[in-house]
């Protein structure tokens, strides 16, 4: 029997990584192919695991390559495509927006145009799910939740940049019929995640009693989302998600930048033996993020009552298994942040 192909880009990344160690373990009949670009963010250690699984296969590529993905589908017969792969940083957004417009959106309709041109003989049993974020909705300055339906409201050039790919993939749905599904999720954490994003940066900078960046007063706030648990929305979208629709998905989990960053603290002070305090006596304020959103949260109940998701892990019990990761896994940490990251770092950073 021949196995069901499906393409996840993105796959080398934090949550991609995430997906696809989901979907090669859990489906032995299909075959999982993993398309990434390896930039920066990309990293194949992610998946040393399942690496020689007989139902997976890495490509590199990238999508804003058109002829090099259309080549891809006439030769796999890709049956569905779970589309990570994107920028996926807002700070680098802001020093290099056209990064972002290349692969996230000129990257994205190349995916939609090699689907739609492999798929549109027969639209069967095919599905292109577009995985998003739930900054295309903007900024929330006064209670209440994203739905489904809160009009976009992008204010970085990243979530301009998921915004216009989601625009885009509802478009080609309408347009030309081809089956998508979108989700929009909240801030995830984890392991495997690029220590550009506030938790593993904070979790390796404290380990090396290195100052603690907080932008502005600290007092934006996040919902976070264990990126397993997203990992397990993702396959119930992908399997039972409905045509056309949009799912959001969340943990109802809020913090403050800076209760967020004391819990952080105190659990790496227990886990490195350190007198209680010493790790907050890092936290330094720095200039704010340009444009910084203030607020977001998730309303997830649509994904939860028609799906039955829900997020497995309590925060509390999260975080210090992302803690535990990240400190026995220095290694991984110290080849990330190997190479060009020390540049990146002092750019960002070194004027603030
Ligand atoms: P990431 O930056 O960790 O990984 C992105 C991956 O995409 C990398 O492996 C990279 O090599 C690959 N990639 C980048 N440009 C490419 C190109 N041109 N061609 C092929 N591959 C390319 O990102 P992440 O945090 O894992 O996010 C994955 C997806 O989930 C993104 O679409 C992001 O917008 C979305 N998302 C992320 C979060 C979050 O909190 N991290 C929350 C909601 C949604
Ligand atoms: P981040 O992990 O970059 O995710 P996003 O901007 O997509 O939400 O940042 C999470 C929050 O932490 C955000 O409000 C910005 C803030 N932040 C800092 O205060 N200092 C930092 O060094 C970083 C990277 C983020």
């Known amino acids: 029997m021949t196995k069901k192909s499906i393409l996840i880009t993105g796959g080398a990344g934090f949550i991609g990584s995430h997906v696809v160690r989901l979907f090669v373990q859990k489906y032995p009949d299909y075959h999982i192919f993993n398309l990434d670009k390896l930039t920066y963010a990309g990293n194949l250690k992610n998946l040393t695991d399942i690496e020689q699984a007989p139902n997976y296969t890495f490509i590199k590529a990238d999508l804003v390559d058109a002829l090099a993905i259309e080549s891809l589908f006439q030769k796999h017969q890709f049956e569905g495509v779970i589309h990570l792969a994107a920028e996926s940083h807002v700070d680098r957004s802001i020093t290099n927006p056209m990064d972002f417009v290349m692969t996230n959106v000129v990257g994205t309709v190349n995916l939609l145009n090699a689907a739609k041109n492999a798929w549109k003989a027969d639209f069967n049993n095919k599905l292109f799910y577009h995985v998003s974020t739930d900054e295309v909705y903007g900024s929330l300055h006064d209670g209440g939740f994203f739905l489904e339906t809160t009009p976009y409201d992008p204010q970085s050039p990243y979530s301009a940049s998921k915004a216009s790919s989601d625009h885009f993939v509802r478009a080609y749905h309408n347009t030309y019929k081809i089956p998508v599904v979108i989700s929009n999720c909240s801030n995830n954490y984890g392991p495997n995640q690029f220590p550009e994003k506030l938790i593993p940066l904070f ?54 930048n800076i209760d967020l960053i004391k819990v952080v603290c105190k659990t790496m002070d227990v886990k490195l033996g350190r007198t209680p305090g010493t790790s907050e006596q890092l936290i330094t304020y720095v200039t704010d993020r340009a444009g910084h959103d203030l607020r977001y949260a998730i309303d997830a109940q649509k994904i939860m009552r028609e799906l039955g998701w829900e997020p497995s892990l309590q925060f509390e019990e999260g975080i210090e298994k992302t803690i535990d990761w990240y400190l026995t896994n220095q290694q991984w940490m110290d080849e990330v942040t190997s190479g060009d990251y020390a540049n990146y770092y002092d750019n960002l950073y070194g004027n603030r």
Do not use: C, Q, S
Request: aromatic share 12%.
């Open 203 to 256: 979790i390796n900078n404290i380990r090396n009693n290195k100052p603690l960046p907080v932008y502005g007063k600290g007092e934006n706030v996040r919902d976070w989302l264990y990126v397993v648990d997203h990992a397990r929305a993702i396959d119930m979208v992908y399997h039972k998600g409905k045509n056309g629709e949009t799912y959001n998905i969340g943990g109802f989990n809020e913090w403050t």
